[in-house]
């Protein structure tokens, strides 16, 4: 169905969750994603590394930074792309890290300040998550990801 309305491949996107949660979401579609003949090309985390000033509909309670532990699904061959908030401490290492192993990365869920938010693309983020949702406002001398977006 989805093929005739042109869509070719997707990326199951992930929202925060408890690590155990996640993981098992990740083992379950791993199958489905090494299958060339499924459309599924990947997954989406998007979190638990977002800034809790601008979680939307995450759970405050689950995010963190980077620097306090890297869960192992992190590390799955089907994570093709992950949402980091890059103020976080520790973001800009991970960003290093995911994108040395081919993992596209996109800034988001954020207030960090533009400044931050180019560190994040010369780490190399390339993408933003739904932009002016879930980040600071833009502004004339404050324009933050958006801006940079």
Not at 25 to 41: E, I, K, N, Y
Not at 108 to 120: K, L, M, P, V
Not at 126 to 130: A, N, S
Not at 143 to 149: T, W
């Given at each position: 169905?989805?093929?005739?309305?042109?869509?070719?491949?997707?990326?199951?996107?992930?929202?925060?969750?408890?690590?155990?949660?996640?993981?098992?979401?990740?083992?379950?579609?791993?199958?489905?994603?090494?299958?060339?003949?499924?459309?599924?090309?990947?997954?989406?985390?998007e979190?638990?590394?977002?800034?809790?000033?601008?979680?939307?509909?995450?759970?405050?309670?689950?995010?963190?930074?980077?620097?306090?532990?890297?869960?192992?699904?992190?590390?799955?061959?089907?994570?093709?792309?992950?949402?980091?908030?890059?103020?976080?401490?520790?973001?800009?290492?991970?960003?290093?890290?995911?994108?040395?192993?081919?993992?596209?990365?996109?800034l988001?869920?954020?207030?960090?300040?533009?400044?931050?938010?180019?560190?994040?693309l010369?780490?190399?983020a390339?993408?933003?998550?739904?932009v002016?949702?879930a980040?600071?406002?833009?502004?004339?001398?404050a324009?933050?990801?958006?801006?940079?977006?």
């Open positions: 169905m989805l093929a005739r309305r042109g869509v070719t491949s997707w990326l199951a996107a992930l929202p925060t969750a408890e690590d155990d949660r996640i993981a098992a979401l990740v083992a379950a579609v791993a199958d489905r994603v090494a299958d060339p003949g499924h459309g599924l090309a990947g997954i989406h985390l979190g638990p590394f977002l800034s809790p000033e601008h979680a939307g509909a995450h759970r405050r309670e689950l995010l963190r930074a980077p620097s306090s532990g890297v869960p192992c699904h992190y590390a799955d061959p089907s994570v093709r792309l992950v949402t980091i908030a890059p103020e976080l401490d520790g973001s800009l290492a991970l960003i290093r890290s995911l994108r040395q192993r081919g993992v596209a990365v996109a988001g869920h954020s207030g960090t300040d533009a400044e931050t938010a180019r560190r994040g010369e780490a190399g390339t993408l933003v998550t739904h002016f949702n980040m600071g406002p833009l502004a004339h001398r324009p933050g990801i958006a801006g940079v977006a």
